[in-house]
């Protein structure tokens, strides 16, 4: 994405209004984990908005190896709805690869992922649709504020969204999670990409495509607590940054060199400094300084390459990104322009 594209006063050359009003199929994505309580109230909302603004839609669950009841939840509102689909993973695999296996099995002519947990308002997607309308491709969510988090959830937060906008060649819009509309041919794009190290805000804006950004404000967590601990959260931040950028290791060769530099001239003055007027005992300090540094720099690098060689270890293996138990498709009918099918377990690599 371009800053132009992220600008939502900025309209990106070229870009074409589309003629219909809203899509002929809308498919809302919905990842879960242990969402019992708020699978119902989820879909209740959602049906609500939808009958107004979507002239057909069907919600495709997502079941991430729940140990509670949330499949059941699910079944029964596919018993009660016809247009649920409902893809039961053999485990759980994560958001990342749930929103993934979703978009695989999302036959709409535009795409909405959204959390089951009500944070993100369903009322939203009208004003997604809008900018659908005006020929975007990608409407993402850009919350408005994070002032419901803590100090130090929210400096971090920031910290990362500046480190991974100064490394990364796609800039990541800050404040923008997974909930977004996307026409069909950026959800074929996004689902096209088959790496098992995922980080989807990561593939969102590699695929490009015109972007616009729709603020809102995140609401209460309809029931539940939050699964993303701040040590997730952390290593999720480590995923992102080895996953969509090379910078870190790019990093650790310029800071080798520097060291290497540095460490050429200290020998060169200490060489001459014994030549020309003799070299006391060295202090010890010193030594054991010099080398807890440069032990410590080197562990630190190996570190960062160990990250990349287990990622190209991982991806070497060819492992399918997910298996599922059962799919339940919905009966409703896809439009004809709507190429792009469900995946079959044994394709998805």
């Not at 041919?185 to 616009?212: Q, T, Y």
Request: proline share 6%.
């Amino acid at each position: 994405m371009t800053p132009s594209q992220n600008n939502t006063s900025d309209a990106p050359p070229g870009l074409r209004p589309r003629a219909e009003t809203a899509p002929a199929l809308l498919s809302i994505v919905c990842p879960a984990f242990n969402e019992a309580e708020n699978i119902i109230p989820f879909h209740k909302a959602v049906a609500k908005v939808m009958r107004h603004i979507a002239q057909s839609f069907e919600v495709v669950f997502v079941n991430d190896g729940s140990r509670d009841d949330t499949i059941l939840k699910m079944r029964e509102l596919r018993e009660a709805h016809a247009n649920t689909t409902i893809i039961d993973l053999s485990r759980n695999f994560g958001k990342e690869v749930a929103v993934s296996a979703g978009l695989d099995h999302a036959r709409g002519d535009a795409v909405v992922i959204i959390d089951a947990d009500l944070q993100h308002p369903p009322q939203v997607i009208e004003e997604m649709i809008a900018g659908w309308r005006e020929g975007y491709d990608v409407v993402y969510g850009q919350r408005r504020g994070r002032e419901d988090e803590g100090f130090l959830r929210r400096a971090t937060a920031t910290a990362f969204y500046r480190v991974m906008n100064s490394i990364g060649r796609s800039p990541i819009p800050p404040n923008a999670g997974d909930f977004r509309l996307m026409s069909r041919r950026a959800a074929d794009a996004v689902r096209s990409v088959r790496e098992h190290h995922r980080f989807m805000k990561g593939v969102f804006a590699w695929v490009g495509f015109p972007a616009k950004a729709v603020p809102f404000d995140v609401e209460t967590r309809y029931a539940g607590a939050s699964k993303w601990s701040f040590w997730k959260l952390w290593n999720f931040s480590i995923e992102g940054v080895t996953s969509h950028t090379l910078a870190p290791l790019k990093i650790s060769t310029y800071i080798g060199t520097a060291v290497a530099a540095l460490s050429f001239v200290y020998g060169a003055f200490v060489v001459a400094k014994a030549a020309m007027v003799g070299d006391p005992a060295p202090g010890f300090p010193t030594l054991a300084a010099l080398v807890l540094f440069l032990g410590g720099l080197q562990l630190m690098v190996l570190g960062v390459m160990g990250e990349y060689l287990g990622r190209i270890f991982n991806e070497t293996k060819q492992r399918p990104l997910y298996f599922t138990t059962s799919i339940e498709a919905s009966t409703v009918e896809a439009s004809s322009q709507n190429i792009a099918g469900p995946v079959s377990v044994s394709s998805v690599a």
